[in-house]
């Protein structure tokens, strides 16, 4: 492949991933070579590479007739993002406050939680920014398989966040209820500010998510 069409490809694989990530190409639909180079203005090879890159992630699949679609959002894959992710932000959460760390954290957490903010108006950039909110958490693991797993799965949170948001999650309640958290990490208190994570973005997060199949509530 040429550079040329090396970059053209690496064009096409970030416009149909964001496209995909921010549900402008929702779970379900279907794809077809026609319709992407059609809408992205290029020929067919470097959509082609771009598709296949997104086959190999996960987020394009293809069935026996070669139709291609993007991938689902189950129930199950829902449930286990966050089961995923209230194992390991819990651990996270507790050993901040047991290693002492909560002053720190809290600042560090309320830099990413300014970025949540400032883009409240963009459901997909502020989906962004709480990802690496939480991604700030379990930086208190070190451990790096863990933000493998969580790296890994990437697509998948952001997709499942925005589903919960469009589904009954509220982004202005949200962000102050973290501000809420935050206050409380300053002052040691690791039971209200754990109850704020649980309930906020595990419980209803994931509750709002599963609504996914009755129909989207408009934010």
């Known amino acids: 492949m040429s550079e040329k069409n090396a970059s053209l490809a690496d064009q096409a694989y970030e416009t149909i991933k ?7 190409y929702p779970p379900g639909m279907i794809l077809t070579e026609a319709m992407l ?10 959509v082609r590479t771009a598709i296949q890159m997104l086959q190999a992630e996960g987020l394009i699949v293809s069935d026996y007739y070669k139709s291609m679609t993007v991938r ?4 199950k894959d ?4 966050y089961q ?5 932000e819990g651990a996270a959460f507790q050993l901040i406050f047991t290693t002492g760390r909560y002053e720190e954290y809290s600042y560090r957490i309320e830099e990413k939680v300014v970025r949540m903010f400032a883009v409240a108006g963009d459901l997909y950039d502020w989906e962004i ?4 909110m ?6 208190i693991l070190e451990n790096d398989r863990i933000n493998r797993i969580y790296e890994n799965n990437l697509s998948e949170l952001i997709r499942i966040g925005q589903y919960s948001i469009k ?37 209803i997060g994931r509750n709002s998510a599963l609504k996914k199949h009755e129909g989207i509530i408009e934010q």
């Not at 939480?134 to 930086?139: A, D, L, W």
């Open 72 to 75: 689902e959002i189950t129930d």
């Open 37 to 46: 180079t059609r809408e992205l203005g290029m020929s067919r090879s470097p």
């Open 84 to 88: 995923l992710r209230e194992l390991l």
């Open 129 to 132: 920014a709480d990802t690496a």
């Open 167 to 203: 589904n009954g999650m509220r982004i202005p309640k949200t962000n102050e209820n973290l501000k809420k958290m935050i206050a409380y990490m300053r002052k040691g208190n690791y039971e209200k500010a754990y109850e704020i994570l649980r309930s906020d973005h595990f419980y």
């Open 18 to 24: 964001r496209n995909i990530l921010n549900l402008t």
């Open 134 to 139: 939480h991604m700030e958490i379990i930086s």
């Open 78 to 81: 829902i449930n286990e993002i």
